[in-house]
DNA sequence: GAAGCAATTTAGGCTTACCTAAATAAATTA
DNA sequence: TAATTTATTTAGGTAAGCCTAAATTGCTTC
């Protein structure tokens, strides 16, 4: 009866981790298993199995109780924090040193992000000044894991027409990123906001910049702040 | 009886590759079984396993007879050659750019060469310049896979005392290099041999330089050319 | 309160890349 | 040449991380 110890340092765990963290979100609640299996590309079952390894494994990364779905205990959570920093990291390294275009730093990110030393993130951190926002506006976990508590509002809750500030954008879509910066929507823009219909958004960021109809499915991808 | 295909696209088969185009030498010799075993630090059934799953694939890789050692086809060869400039522009890049000393470059390198895309191998070839030889003195192959021969010849061989230009070091031994660095022993560097007895050499770079004793068991590890 | 449904888990497999132990082939020595 | 040693391969496992198909559970709905 010998407790086999499974190798918790894989980059499966960590995008498991990661997954949980962002599925969660800021009020961590607990995590579905079907909702796990959709964002990682995953059968159900392979979720199921993946958690009751994490789980009992002596380390604790999360806390799963069988059916009512999983949340991150503080160790995953720090973990979840730490890659979100090799990533966010990397990308901002990737597009300010290396010259990617926006919508190509996340995918490179979300593979290096995995097998950079902490000897490579302090480097790529010092070389970049300590910044403390990614290329897409994401504010960058410290080394200790601690984040300010964002104030930006998503595009797809907003009522009424108005201006704002872009504060982010996601960084998943490719193709969606690189038309928001073809239309100067990138973080830290004035964006003049208004709702012709239900269906789209039409957006005008700066001044000489053309309108942008945007439909509203994907207006999570876009999140503001007040303009004051 | 269906023909399963494998996926030679991994880690362990670049390691492979790299490991049979290293032992193989500049003639390209066949590899024996137990010497790709000692150098991947992997059982010898291991390796039988890998090469005739290497020998079997489609794409062949390799030529490999039972018993009779492996060799690098044409295919395996470049992608040999590919990673090794993965490893070599990021040992580069890692010391140039990102202020890693020397000794801590190649492990970085050997993790992160299976990692990095076509685009991050272009953009840092394009912030270095080109370069045409990584820290440790060794030439990095082109795109297309050539790499002009090379000219050096092993400290462990030379006869006589005399002077000579430092072309390379080898970068598997931290330790080592530390040392070698901290007595000015490095590429590029005017080397003066001396060898009082069987077992040591006295190295002495530079003018102000401190000497150095180097047992002749570690003399393959710095390679010199004539100081013409 | 039983039937139906959706979410989740269990059971049984697969692939990759390792391992050890046993078998075999080749080379060396006597 | 026969015996011994060494190198290599075969045979049979293991662990991770995934899969599909078949239970099971918990909740709705009639
Ligand atoms: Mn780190
Ligand atoms: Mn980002
Ligand atoms: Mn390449
Ligand atoms: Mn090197």
Redesign the interface.
Known sequence: MTTRRVNLNTESVDNYLKAIFALGGPEEERVSSTALAERLGVAPASITNMLQKLAASPKSLVEYESRRGVRLSPAGRLRALEVLRHHRLLETF?YE????PIE?VH??AE??EH???E??EE??DA?LGRPKFDPHGHCIPALDGKMPAQHSKSLADIKEDGKFIVDSVADGDAALLKRLKAHGIIPGARLLVSSSSHEEFILRAGRAAQAFCLPRSLACAVRLRSSD
């Open positions: 990737l040193v290396l010259d990617y190509e995918d490179e593979r290096l097998f950079i030393s000897r490579f480097r790529i070389k």
